[in-house]
């Protein structure tokens, strides 16, 4: 398996600008995370998603941001407006309960956004 | 709620010190623990976890950890460090009972030194 997949890798956008980043889980797996992750408040859950259906967004810092999760394949996080204190590095995870090690995520390799 | 604390924000170690990261959590009922790890520049990797069993868990690398119930403590350790494993270490939490969510620390950044 290619594991978790996320585009784009970088992201400049202009402050007011709409944000789409995308994220692709491991085959199979029934779990979805997206993390934000700063210098200055290190790793944040924002939502999670379990067979597709959001479980918990109460990490969501606000309405600009939202999330869905349309199939099993895939799922995006947007941001409208976007705005200079959104820039960060966020990640997309994926777990399984079905195989492998319960609970265990299997973190993409982020999106890196800027917002100037 | 559940909630890790790690204590150590960066830490600097010369080659083939030991070393000892601590993580401690909160969270009143049977928990499973993790660590995982992050190179400069990638995504997070699991390290090791605990579920139950042995305290002491091994994991990869040659890095261990304990899991003390009454210190609600799960400190990582490893008895000699390389300049590889330069990264961020994040102690994560997750209380048993039917749900995914994990919760991750604020991370322990370790730069060993040549």
């Given at each position: 398996?290619?594991?978790?997949?996320?585009?784009?890798?970088?992201?400049?956008?202009?402050?007011?600008?709409?944000?789409?980043?995308?994220?692709?889980?491991?085959?199979?797996?029934?779990?979805?995370?997206?993390?934000?992750?700063?210098?200055?408040?290190?790793?944040?859950?924002?939502?999670?998603?379990?067979?597709?259906?959001?479980?918990?967004?109460?990490?969501?810092?606000?309405?600009?941001?939202?999330?869905?999760?349309?199939?099993?394949?895939?799922?995006?996080?947007?941001?409208?407006?976007?705005?200079?204190?959104?820039?960060?590095?966020?990640?997309?995870?994926?777990?399984?309960?079905?195989?492998?090690?319960?609970?265990?995520?299997?973190?993409?390799?982020?999106?890196?956004?800027?917002?100037? | 709620?559940?909630?890790?604390?790690?204590?150590?924000?960066?830490?600097?170690?010369?080659?083939?010190?030991?070393?000892?990261?601590?993580?401690?959590?909160?969270?009143?009922?049977?928990?499973?623990?993790?660590w995982?790890?992050?190179?400069?520049?990638?995504?997070?990797?699991?390290l090791l976890k605990y579920?139950?069993g042995d305290p002491l868990v091994k994991g990869i690398k040659g890095f261990e950890a304990e899991f003390?119930?009454?210190?609600?403590?799960?400190?990582l350790r490893k008895p000699?460090?390389?300049?590889?494993?330069?990264?961020?270490?994040?102690?994560?939490?997750?209380?048993?009972?039917?749900?995914?969510?994990?919760?991750?620390?604020?991370?322990?950044?370790?730069?060993?030194?040549?």
């Amino acid at each position: 398996d290619a594991g978790v997949i996320q585009s784009p890798r970088h992201e400049v956008t202009e402050m007011g600008q709409e944000v789409t980043l995308r994220c692709k889980p491991i085959s199979g797996h029934d779990y979805l995370f997206w993390y934000r992750q700063t210098m200055m408040r290190g790793l944040e859950l924002l939502i999670y998603f379990n067979n597709n259906v959001p479980i918990d967004d109460s990490g969501m810092p606000e309405d600009r941001f939202s999330a869905k999760m349309p199939n099993a394949s895939f799922s995006t996080l947007k941001i409208q407006p976007s705005e200079p204190r959104d820039s960060a590095v966020y990640f997309c995870a994926s777990s399984s309960t079905g195989t492998g090690v319960p609970y265990e995520q299997y973190f993409g390799p982020g999106t890196r956004l800027t917002v100037t | 709620a559940q909630s890790v604390s790690q204590h150590n924000h960066h830490v600097i170690l010369s080659e083939a010190a030991s070393l000892e990261l601590g993580c401690n959590y909160s969270y009143g009922g049977t928990v499973n623990l993790f660590w995982y790890v992050q190179y400069p520049g990638q995504h997070l990797q699991l390290l090791l976890k605990y579920f139950s069993g042995d305290p002491l868990v091994k994991g990869i690398k040659g890095f261990e950890a304990e899991f003390i119930k009454s210190k609600f403590s799960f400190n990582l350790r490893k008895p000699s460090v390389q300049w590889s494993d330069t990264a961020e270490y994040f102690c994560a939490v997750r209380g048993s009972g039917g749900y995914q969510k994990v919760t991750f620390g604020t991370g322990t950044k370790l730069q060993v030194i040549p």
